[in-house]
Nanobody
Framework: QVQLVESGGGLVQPGGSLRLSCAASGTIFSINTMGWYRQAPGKQRELVAAITSGGSTNYADSVKGRFTIFRDNAKNTVYLQMNSLKPEDTAVYYC???????????????????WGQGTQVTVSS
């Protein structure tokens, strides 16, 4: 069974920094694209940043130059370094994997669209 476990959220003042982590657990062979989404109250979930298995990245315009996504393939973990945080960054942040390959009963299988449980980020003075 594959799960995504997030950590690192919290309360921070405007201009501060936080680092989110998301580790994929299970007997994983490879992971395709990993990403971070966020959802603020009353708003739709939106893509914040994504990174492919080859290291190519994509960012929402609102976070470019402030957030950095990176991954450690050996640990099946993706990170989101958030700097110069603003009150409008306040949201629940979700980790996402679009597809991965894992082992189950000695068979290699592919799974799609995994989500973490979400972690709250609050930017406020």
């Amino acid at each position: 069974q594959v799960q995504l476990v997030e950590s690192g959220g919290g309360l921070v003042q405007p201009g501060g920094s936080l680092r989110l982590s998301c580790a994929a657990s299970g007997t994983i062979f490879s992971i395709n694209t990993m990403g971070w989404y966020r959802q603020a109250p009353g708003k739709q979930r939106e893509l914040v940043a994504a990174i492919t298995s080859g290291g190519s990245t994509n960012y929402a315009d609102s976070v470019k130059g402030r957030f950095t996504i990176f991954r450690d393939n050996a640990k099946n973990t993706v990170y989101l370094q958030m700097n110069s945080l603003k009150p409008e960054d306040t949201a629940v942040y979700y980790c996402n994997v679009d597809s991965l390959t894992y082992y189950s009963s000695s068979y290699r299988k592919t799974g799609y669209y995994y989500w973490g449980q979400g972690t709250q980020v609050t930017v406020s003075s």
